[in-house]
C-alpha cells in the first residue's frame, strides 16, 4: 500500500492496506488523481503504486471501454447529491487482460461537508463468472471483512453481511473518520 497524500486518518488508511479487497483512494481535485492504492488493488490490475499514484483511474480502459460505462462514471462524479454508485466497467490489467470491473465508488467529505476523497472497491466479475466462484467469492469477502465490521462497531454502526454493504463498509468507515478529524 502507498499513498501520496498524508491528511488521510491513520486509522482509514491502515483499514484500506490490510483490506484485501482491491481499493482505490482518489483525491478530490482537478482530473481526481489517485493518491492511494492497497496491494490488492494492485494485484488485480497488475499495475504497482508508482504506475498508479498521481494518475485517473482511467488508465485501466482501453479502447474495448464502452463509452456509457465511462459517461455513467462522470455523471456521478459530477453529481453533488449522490454519495455512492456501482459501475460496471471494461477494464484491463497491465499484461492487457480485459476483464468486468464491478466499482463501487463513494465520495468521502470532511465535517464541512466538502468532497476530499474518492474511494473505489473493485471486483473482477469476470473472473468469478468465469470460474463459477462468486458465491465462494461472496463467503470470503465478507470472512475479509470482519475487521472492518469490528472497526465499525467502534463507532457504533451495526453492518449486514450482504455483500453490497459489505463493499460500501470501507466508505462508510471512511466518512466516520473524516467527520471526526
Known sequence: MTMLDPTLPEA????????????????????????M?????????????????????????????????????????????????????????????????????????GGDGTLRFVIGSQFDVTASDAAGTIARDDVALSRNMADLRRAAGQFGLIMSDSTGLIARSISTLARITLRDE
Do not use: H, Y
Request: proline share 4%; charged share 25%; with cysteine.
Open 12 to 35: 482509514l488508511r491502515a483499514q484500506i492496506a490490510r483490506s484485501r479487497i482491491a481499493i482505490s483512494l482518489a483525491a478530490a481535485m482537478p482530473d481526481m488523481p489517485l493518491c
Open 37 to 109: 492504492v492497497n496491494d490488492a488493488f494492485c494485484r488485480l490490475t497488475g499495475f504497482d503504486a508508482d504506475d498508479s499514484l498521481g494518475r485517473n483511474c482511467r488508465f485501466l480502459q482501453s479502447s474495448a471501454t464502452p463509452r456509457d460505462q465511462i459517461g455513467a462514471m462522470s455523471r456521478f462524479l459530477a453529481d453533488d447529491a449522490q454519495d455512492d454508485g456501482r459501475f460496471p466497467v471494461m477494464n484491463r490489467t497491465r499484461d492487457g487482460r480485459s476483464f468486468m470491473n464491478l466499482v463501487f465508488m463513494s465520495k468521502l467529505r
